[in-house]
């Protein structure tokens, strides 16, 4: 074994999760050796990678960033390159580049019970080297979804379109579309932000959906962290502004759900003030589904609304046919002429990196396991997860399952441990099972779901989507709770 390439930690990513993560490593676990692997040629993460235009946080900055560093640029839905520059700053200011190594795609991980480590395999992306890579604990911050294409459907005559087919995961940066007509298939978080961003230089833009979304405007600015920071020093307005947008977002997800008829009622009418009355509301912006069964899209200071009010955009509620030479068929009869066609359509979900899981010789299938606290897996030893939350900001939950794995870490070096190992207790066996995830209809989740860990009925064998449990359970739950199995 190269002695060079052995860490007691070894965090694998360096997008938000992975750079918070080794914060906390450093400050909390110190005395833990540890590296990054990234396997793409910078940090980042999903803001390195998507390059489209307007690209930016669907999630205020004063709760998607982190805990210890305070979010002080004016606006609190940031672009993505303000994003960069803000985890450029977190890694310089603490020394973390000099923990990441990138290029090195980490492809399968072995755990072995007889020496308490995992063996990873690695590609040096630039030379091809095929490594070693050795830790007692292995923390997965890759991310959610595939990064090696995002989710395009089948659609009927693409191949006879004479224009461009673009995914916003592999946006073109040579992509000219001044002047050219336009149509964004799609109806999320990435469609919502493509059209304003595009509507001032193409002729036409058309925001075709097969169905609506909720659809919430905000300041991009935000007036109570502006507040704040006119009293306090920048890290008190900071957590405070942290805590006020912590507690709406809890609030209105758990009205969303107590009270979703009236909810729907003011997020409709609000839309209504926006466009006017002569808009067809009722078509193109009232889902069928409850709020918060799906991920609302935030619209920074009514962007999108203006684009639709000045007629610089549209948009179109129907599904298509067929793709044609110049466009696209509806099945309504209309054809929407294109030069360019988005296809702002999702991503294609997986599991720990689309890495091969390997424990004692024998194969790991993550759906036959058990999640525990919604960061580690029954049976499999020495293993962290980092997911975020769908109903709120995701390092949120990062942050938290930090702080956990620190507890754990530091535990073990008290208690000479070299293994934890989530197991299931005898009241465990019969838990009835649920879904990773509940409540929550998105395509791109339930496309996912029957390859992702199952949850009980009770804790810790619970993937909560509720900040303020999730702080109860990481930060005040013993951490030898009689499920997490120690062993020497």
Same mark, same amino acid.
Request: overall charge neutral; some cysteine.
């Given at each position: ?9 070894? *965090? ?14 450093? %400050? ?23 390059? =489209? ?12 960033g982190y805990r210890f560093k305070p979010w002080t640029a004016d606006k609190s839905i940031a672009d ?5 520059? =803000? ?35 690695? %590609? ?12 007692? =604990? ?6 959610? +979804? ?5 989710? /395009? ?5 693409? !191949? ?16 000219? +579309?001044?002047n050219k007509r336009v149509v964004v298939i799609g109806s999320g978080a990435t469609a919502m932000t ?41 890290? @008190? ?5 942290? *805590? &006020? ?5 809890? !609030? ?5 759900? !107590?009270?979703? &008829? ?15 009355? $002569?808009?067809?509301? $009722? ?22 609304? *203006? ?12 599904? @298509?046919?067929?793709?044609? &030479?110049?466009?696209?068929?509806? $099945? ?8 360019? *066609? ?29 999640t525990y606290k919604g960061f580690a897996f029954s049976g499999i030893p020495n293993l962290a997860s980092?997911?975020? =939350?769908?109903?709120?900001?995701? /390092? ?26 989530? /197991? ?13 995830? !509940? ?28 900040? &303020? ?20």
């Amino acid at each position: 074994m190269d002695i060079g390439n052995h860490f007691d930690v070894i *965090v694998v990513g360096a997008g938000i999760s992975g750079i918070g993560a080794a914060y906390h490593l450093q %400050t909390m676990s110190p005395k833990s050796s540890y590296q990054i692997l990234e396997g793409r040629a910078d940090f980042g993460g999903t803001w390195d990678l998507f390059r =489209y235009p307007g690209i930016r946080s669907d999630s205020d900055m004063h709760t998607l960033g982190y805990r210890f560093k305070p979010w002080t640029a004016d606006k609190s839905i940031a672009d993505g390159p303000r994003i960069l520059d =803000y985890l450029r700053e977190t890694i310089t200011e603490n020394s973390i580049d000099k923990k990441i190594r990138y290029n090195q795609q980490v492809t399968k991980a072995q755990w072995s019970s007889e020496d308490s480590r995992w063996s990873l395999t690695v %590609t040096d992306k630039v030379s091809d080297e095929v490594k070693t890579f050795t830790c007692g =604990y292995l923390f997965m911050c890759s991310g959610y +979804y595939s990064y090696k294409q995002g989710f /395009t459907p089948e659609f009927a005559g693409v !191949e006879k379109f004479r224009g461009k087919v673009v995914h916003p995961q592999q946006w073109p940066q040579d992509l000219d +579309y001044k002047n050219k007509r336009v149509v964004v298939i799609g109806s999320g978080a990435t469609a919502m932000t493509l059209v304003p961003a595009m509507a001032n230089d193409v002729a036409q833009i058309t925001l075709l959906q097969r169905s609506p979304t909720y659809v919430i405007s905000r300041p991009s600015v935000d007036p109570f962290a502006k507040r704040m920071r006119r009293i306090w020093p920048k890290k @008190i307005a900071y957590a405070l502004t942290r *805590v &006020e947008n912590t507690t709406k977002q809890q !609030e209105l997800y758990k009205l969303c759900r !107590e009270a979703p &008829e009236g909810v729907k009622s003011v997020l409709i009418d609000a839309v209504r003030a926006e466009l006017g009355a $002569d808009f067809d509301v $009722d078509k193109h912006f009232t889902p069928t589904y409850k709020p918060w069964d799906q991920r609302m899209c935030l619209v920074p200071d009514s962007d999108l609304f *203006v684009a639709l009010r000045s007629n610089k955009a549209k948009v179109v509620t129907d599904t @298509i046919k067929t793709f044609t &030479e110049t466009g696209i068929q509806l $099945d309504s009869g209309e054809h929407l002429e294109a030069d360019i *066609v988005v296809t702002a359509t999702g991503l294609n979900l997986c599991t720990l990196g689309e890495m091969e899981f390997v424990v004692d010789s024998q194969p790991v299938d993550f759906a036959k396991t058990w999640t525990y606290k919604g960061f580690a897996f029954s049976g499999i030893p020495n293993l962290a997860s980092s997911w975020g =939350y769908i109903n709120a900001s995701w /390092t949120l939950r990062a942050d938290l399952t930090c702080e956990y794995v620190c507890r754990l870490l530091h535990h073990m070096r008290k208690t000479k441990t070299k293994a934890c190992t989530p /197991t299931l207790r005898n009241e465990d066996q019969d838990m009835p099972q649920r879904n990773w995830l !509940e409540d929550f209809s998105s395509g791109y989740m339930k496309r996912m779901m029957h390859k992702m860990p199952r949850q009980g009925d009770h804790e810790p064998w619970i993937n909560p989507q509720n900040y &303020e449990l999730d702080k109860k359970m990481f930060r005040k739950s013993p951490v030898d709770d009689g499920v997490m199995q120690f062993t020497k």
